[in-house]
């Protein structure tokens, strides 16, 4: 299959029917942050930060979440006060298997969002269950991945002087042998991790990576390409564009059995999709403008 013919496939799937059906998991992912909150935490927090009176300051939150065991009895601090409280946390709300990643710590974070929410609402005399469903509605409607993929910038590309019709067209013919291993004709990449969803089949998420793979080879090879100089903006967005959807990938193939984690990362995956369409449309663009003038 053509780089072309890829580009059309993915446009017609995704866009052409009036919307991207990855729109819909990002749609999804809040309901499913939400059952996944109510699992954690309990009826209390069914739900996201919400805003007390204008004339009162809300509790100011601490940056991240605090570790102290005053008590010595194996848990923070802050858990012993929600248990203090009735609710209880589920192990995995503060054990991952990914520790350099900051989606590791997603269900301690939010966790500490709602409590300090509730404490500040509690101060001012202003919680009542409408307001924690506010409270957990406006947390998981403002839900992302932290982004840990570090762009490649202009300095790593290598560039020829050369810009005539000619060497844009070798040009052309290079970034096809490039991005070769990204081209199938499989479905869009999130059918494999809604299949892992419906299925709990973990072979659907070693198949995510095996496609993550194939976007990481294209991203080496285009990054090994001399290009014409006045290529540079849209070569290093398509690098960069290719590079961020690996990553997405990678990281649902790693947090696919971890529901706050997977709500997260379907809204970041909706939109390194779009950016991955969009760098390839403005390389077209590119293409066009040097061919036919």
């Given at each position: 299959?053509?780089?072309?013919?890829?580009?059309?496939?993915?446009?017609?799937?995704?866009?052409?029917?009036?919307?991207?059906?990855?729109?819909?998991?990002?749609?999804l992912?809040?309901?499913?942050?939400?059952?996944?909150?109510?699992?954690?935490?309990?009826?209390?927090?069914?739900?996201?930060?919400?805003?007390?009176?204008?004339?009162?300051?809300?509790?100011?939150?601490?940056?991240?979440?605090?570790?102290?065991?005053?008590?010595?009895?194996?848990?923070?601090?802050?858990?012993?006060?929600?248990?203090?409280?009735?609710?209880?946390?589920?192990?995995?709300?503060?054990?991952?298997?990914?520790?350099?990643?900051?989606?590791?710590?997603?269900?301690?974070?939010?966790?500490?969002?709602?409590?300090?929410?509730?404490?500040?609402?509690k101060?001012?005399?202003?919680?009542?269950?409408?307001?924690?469903?506010?409270?957990?509605?406006?947390?998981?409607?403002?839900?992302?991945?932290?982004?840990?993929?570090?762009?490649?910038?202009?300095?790593?590309?290598?560039?020829?002087?050369?810009t005539?019709?000619?060497?844009?067209?070798?040009?052309?013919?290079?970034?096809?042998?490039?991005?070769?291993?990204?081209?199938?004709?499989?479905?869009?990449?999130?059918?494999?991790?809604?299949?892992?969803?419906?299925?709990?089949?973990?072979?659907?998420l070693?198949?995510?990576?095996?496609?993550?793979?194939?976007?990481?080879?294209a991203?080496?090879?285009?990054?090994a390409?001399?290009?014409p100089?006045?290529?540079?903006?849209?070569?290093?967005?398509?690098?960069?564009?290719?590079?961020?959807?690996?990553?997405?990938?990678?990281?649902?193939?790693?947090?696919?059995?971890?529901?706050?984690?997977?709500?997260?990362?379907?809204?970041?995956?909706?939109?390194a999709?779009?950016?991955?369409?969009?760098?390839?449309?403005?390389?077209?663009?590119?293409?066009?403008r040097?061919?036919?003038?």
């Amino acid at each position: 299959m053509a780089l072309e013919r890829w580009y059309t496939f993915k446009v017609r799937r995704e866009f052409m029917r009036g919307y991207s059906p990855i729109l819909i998991s990002a749609a999804l992912s809040v309901a499913v942050l939400i059952v996944a909150i109510g699992m954690h935490l309990g009826t209390t927090f069914s739900t996201t930060p919400t805003i007390v009176r204008a004339d009162l300051v809300p509790v100011e939150l601490p940056s991240y979440v605090p570790t102290e065991d005053a008590d010595a009895n194996g848990t923070p601090d802050w858990q012993d006060e929600l248990a203090r409280a009735g609710i209880s946390l589920a192990p995995s709300l503060v054990a991952t298997t990914s520790p350099s990643d900051p989606l590791s710590t997603i269900g301690a974070d939010i966790a500490q969002i709602l409590y300090g929410g509730y404490l500040s609402l509690k101060q001012y005399g202003e919680y009542s269950p409408s307001r924690g469903e506010q409270l957990g509605t406006t947390v998981a409607s403002n839900l992302r991945a932290p982004i840990i993929f570090t762009p490649h910038v202009a300095q790593e590309l290598s560039l020829d002087t050369d810009t005539s019709k000619e060497r844009v067209l070798t040009y052309r013919s290079h970034m096809r042998d490039a991005t070769a291993s990204m081209i199938t004709d499989e479905g869009p990449e999130f059918e494999l991790f809604a299949r892992y969803l419906s299925t709990k089949d973990a072979s659907w998420l070693g198949k995510l990576q095996i496609a993550a793979a194939r976007y990481r080879e294209a991203e080496a090879a285009m990054l090994a390409l001399t290009i014409p100089k006045d290529a540079a903006p849209e070569h290093l967005r398509v690098i960069n564009a290719v590079g961020g959807y690996a990553s997405t990938l990678e990281r649902l193939s790693v947090f696919g059995d971890d529901a706050l984690a997977s709500a997260a990362l379907l809204r970041t995956y909706n939109e390194a999709e779009q950016e991955l369409l969009m760098s390839f449309d403005m390389l077209a663009q590119y293409y066009v403008r040097k061919i036919t003038n």
